[in-house]
């Protein structure tokens, strides 16, 4: 950990660029055919090496919207940073000309795509798999800052091999849900990738399909013109399951000469990018292997309990959007869980497979595809693959651990009561109840129903509902461990910590998104204050305006309800 008075701060554009140290680059294979094919912005194969170097594509006449002022304060970034030509060139796609930037091009990388376990290869233009991967995210630096490293890449930065014939954009309103959620994320206590900046156009424009004015489709009926914006999220690497399953299938099928090599080396960087504090370098690869395997399950599985537990679905948990990291990565169609219902799902596309309660058996797809591409490394050590399967096998009872441990903390209680989360999980859905409002209210520690009515979406006139929530509020209190008033009041502040007040629902998101796209980001930057502080009690204002039900208008209605994947 770094100590706070050995942290640099980093006051200019040289500062930050003499920190870059580009692992990922120098260490890992080049795609061999990339020198043949130009600026590499156009659809082809990609048949080995573990990144293709590619320029991101800058957005005309760049407008600065907004930077996290958490994450700057974190990496010790001054605000004269955004000041600076460079530094503005550089997140907004422009990589020419600056002239002290150690590597002066970015680069994309391939993966594979797996749905609830199962391998795909026709979504490439292709129909090999070859051409699947970072369509319009591109890498542009990589530094070590006060001993930890960052890669940050653009979201939106233009096309790559990977772009399957589409223009590489992201639009504004995807990019303002993404970098806020990322931050709100991460103050929610959710291990994520980072937001950094936002910048837009008004000189460029691309077209989506999106949903008519109120409508209750859940198919884009039309097309509409958006303006562009650059995000530049951060993290500690963006190598995901679907990477190195991208590897382990090459490996599997023998497809060239190097590629259990490369498998080799692509899985010897994720440990040395994420794992590198609880896997020994000194370690036999085997060892590592299982190392790696028992360490991700843990992070996976912790992960997805903090998801539940905050009321998040990710909506497309597809193995190319699982971090190997074991952490959030991709805000494309996720969503804030309102009404409860168990198979919640934001994304019109997702099917009950990725629905909120789901999300535990989403993340044993993902895990078991990851296992089944590192066994090519393992092949010749039959005790490793045994012990390999075995780590597999166990992935439910964790993650039933994980999740039972989360339900615990999240109702006060010492040790997990299937009866009383049962009568508990009936009555959220027969009361239509509002999921972060409900937990909330009820970490004041209710003794009658009238501590939690805010929550409900109806009106509450049914004596038999009244009657069965009585007698469930009874039973868990007795399963509280309050002595006194003062015992009562430290399990309150406990609970609250664990169950937030403020969540980013996605009509918040919706009018921040249209602010902007008008020119106005004042409630982007409101949005980033209060959902930074979701924990908080805030002023009376911001909790009238902030914490409330989803208004009945908004029912059913396209691109709040449920969105598509378009961004």
Partial sequence: MINENNKKNIETFGELTYLSDYSFIEN?????????????????????????????????????ISHSKNFFKELGFSENLLKSDDFIKLFSGDMSNISNLKQNQGWATGYALSIYGREYYAQCPFQTGNGYGDG?????????????RWEFQLKGGGKTPYCRGADGRAVLRSSVREFLTQEHMHSLGIPTSRSLTLFTSKKEQVSRPWFKE?????????????DVAITTRVASSFIRVGQIE?????????????????????????IHREYSEVINQDLSLEEKVLLLVQNFQDRLTSLVANWIRVGYCQGNFNSDNCAAGGFTLDYGPFGFIEMFETKYQSWTGGGVHFSFFNQPVAAQKNFKSFCNSLKPLLQKNIEALQKLENIEKNFPNIMQKKIENMWVSKLGISSFNVDLFEDLINLMID???????????????????????????????????????????????????????KSRQNLSIKMKLINPKYILREWHLVLAYQ???KGDYKLV???????????????????????????????????????????
């Fill in 214 to 226: 109120k409508s209750s489709s859940y198919e884009p009926e039309v097309m509409i013109e958006e």
């Fill in 431 to 485: 009361t239509k109840v509002d999921y972060t409002i409900f937990f909330r209210e009820l970490s004041n520690i209710p003794s009658d129903v009238s501590g939690i009515e805010k929550s409900f979406y109806d009106n509450f006139e049914d004596e038999d509902l009244k009657t069965r929530w009585q007698k469930w509020l009874e039973t868990w209190n007795s399963f509280l461990d309050i002595k006194d008033e």
């Fill in 136 to 148: 319009r995210a591109i890498s542009v630096l990589e530094a070590v800052i006060n001993g930890k």
């Fill in 246 to 270: 991208l590897f382990g299938r090459r490996a599997r099928r023998n497809e060239h000469k190097n590629a259990l090599k490369e498998l080799e080396m692509i899985v010897l960087h994720l």
């Fill in 515 to 517: 602010e902007a796209q």
């Fill in 28 to 64: 890992l294979n080049s795609d061999p055919d990339a020198k043949h094919n130009g600026d590499n912005k156009y659809p082809r194969e990609v048949f080995s090496g573990h990144y293709v170097p590619v320029s991101p594509t800058a957005i005309k006449e760049p407008i600065y």
């Fill in 525 to 567: 930057n409101e949005l980033q204050e209060i959902m930074t502080n979701p924990y908080l009690e805030q002023t009376k204002e911001i909790e009238e305006k902030y914490y409330s039900k989803k208004p009945s208008d908004f029912f059913g209605i396209a691109g709040i309800s449920h969105v598509s994947c378009s961004s």
